[in-house]
């Protein structure tokens, strides 16, 4: 019986290979750099070798496996199995990735983008368990996000929805790399935080100072948030600004889409309750009240192995699409 | 053979009845004041008498009829057929209408709000046909808005997806009897608009003030678009910077659903080309490159009639759901 699932997570520094069994259970994981290959042809020699080396150690036939679920950090053509580019990954570009690990290995692949699967995660196994509707956004460099919509990932015309990041919320404000003007990533990417902390810290005493001399670090939200853990004043303003930004992003999608759950993963939603707090309470105040009375905001749960576990529901997904 | 379908239209001052054929062919048409029913009872018995007069006059059976359509201003639970409440229309409170209706037509009846009504009929015979996720906005005393999403109404959880005039566009902005700040609504509806006009005429020369008294009216969105016409600059500056407003609220639809068109409806859509270009323009520039080449922002085609022909698509609609 086929009951086993291979799941590839290519990120910008590592790239996660899992198999897995339902529901959601990793049983081998193996995590190699993302430089260890050059181009796409490396990567599926590499592929198919650590799927045989799963497999052998479990003593697993090829039979048994369901199919292959790869999440990647680009724009995808899902439907065609193709890699437009990676965003910080050399030597992608139009890549027919389906097609070629599908003739390495014999088995279906499917592949999506990395927040498109981080939030198929979440619906199927994490956070957003039993919800009909979801939005999924992550914190990071980046603001990415997902959107499940009556149960399924929503797409959009180009395959391009779920651009959470690039909403204005202002009228006027910084210039995006993405084109646009005042998008939410250029109030909450991690760069723009970085940028309001020195500014915010400028002649004034604050933790934020001492604990970069502690770890001998460059300022970053991680720094920030361990000094509003210590109780510093301007490192938690400095969350609960970027929280109130987010919150602003989010009541309008709450509006627009009436989601029962927001679910938020990322290096910056680890910035806990100060982050947490000024997001909620954001939108409770904001949003239309219906709207924000059915609406739940949580935390993502299943961490880093968020992508892996997506790749599982991919295969899912994807097999009942056929 | 099932071919006729009965449309009613309710509206804050007009409700209008229609028989029609498909593909959304009006065969007759006929219009009350809203005022000429005191409660969801007189509607119900006024719908019946005028239903049997459109078969009378036909020469038709009620067995040649697919079922009745039913849009109307207010929030509706489209499941249970059940009509909340209407924003300004005084004695319907949590009416079971289309219980009522099939009880004394016996026929099957379906009910959503105006706004999901106008949409699904650009989307079936309009200006949206062809395209499978398209936004739907309408521009007026509110701004209203509805989802087709992969070919359908887009709902969410609490059957309230769609509230495009209440998505903030600015962190800080004028407060909004939503309970929002800065919503869209707030920048861009008749009142709004009128207001800002007000303070930018001020101490100024405009043909504004001549139309006015021209016209012995007050000020209005339709003043102000006569005056543009004839090439005002303070009215062509009024309708651009409503068309900016619009544009940034789009933006963020645009790179969150990736939709194929926007199909934009209601009274300020007649103020034509001087909104237009400005909300174009802005979507342009500022959403994401691959986002803004896709979409296609156009005027509705249906006029007053998409209602009409938007009940006989929800007719149509809620019988293959079935």
């Known amino acids: 019986m086929k009951k086993y699932y291979i799941a590839i997570d290519i990120g910008a520094t590592n790239t996660k290979f899992g198999l897995l069994k339902m529901p959601g259970r990793i049983v081998s994981k193996k995590t190699i750099k993302t430089t260890d290959y050059k181009n796409p042809q490396e990567f599926s020699l590499i592929s198919r070798n650590i799927i045989y080396s799963f497999l052998k150690d479990r003593k697993i036939t090829k039979n048994s496996v369901v199919g292959i679920g790869i999440g990647a950090p680009g724009p995808i053509d899902n439907q065609k199995g193709l890699v437009h580019y990676f965003v910080n990954i050399p030597g992608w570009k139009e ?16 592949i999506d983008n990395d927040v498109n699967v981080m939030t198929l995660g979440e619906y199927k196994f994490g956070a957003g368990k039993g919800s009909k509707d979801i939005v999924g956004i992550t914190l990071g460099s980046g603001v990415g996000g997902g959107l499940i919509l009556n149960g399924k990932l929503f797409y959009g015309a180009n395959m391009a929805a779920g651009e959470i990041g690039h909403m204005p919320i202002n009228v006027n404000g910084p210039a995006c790399p993405c084109g646009g003007h005042a998008c939410l990533e250029a109030y909450v990417g991690n760069k723009r935080i970085v940028s309001r902390a020195k500014s915010e810290m400028q002649g004034k005493k ?39 930004y987010i919150g602003v992003g989010l009541t309008g999608i709450v509006n627009l889409l009436n989601p029962e759950k927001i679910v938020i993963g990322g290096g910056v939603s ?23 009375k059915t609406v739940k905001i949580v935390k993502a749960k299943l961490g880093e192995d968020a992508g892996l576990m997506g790749c599982l529901a991919l295969v899912e997904e994807g097999l009942k699409q056929k």
Do not use: C, Q, W
């Open 95 to 110: 890549v027919p990735i389906r097609r070629m690990l599908m003739k390495k290995v014999k088995l279906p692949v499917f």
């Open 206 to 244: 604050t933790l934020i100072k001492s604990i970069m001399r502690e770890k001998n670090s460059r300022l970053s939200p991680k720094i920030i948030y361990e000094a509003a853990k210590r109780n510093d004043k301007i490192a938690k303003k400095i969350l609960h600004d970027t929280g109130v």
């Open 270 to 292: 680890n910035a806990g309750r100060f982050i947490f707090k000024a997001i909620e309470k954001t939108v409770k105040n904001r949003a239309m009240k219906i709207h924000a």
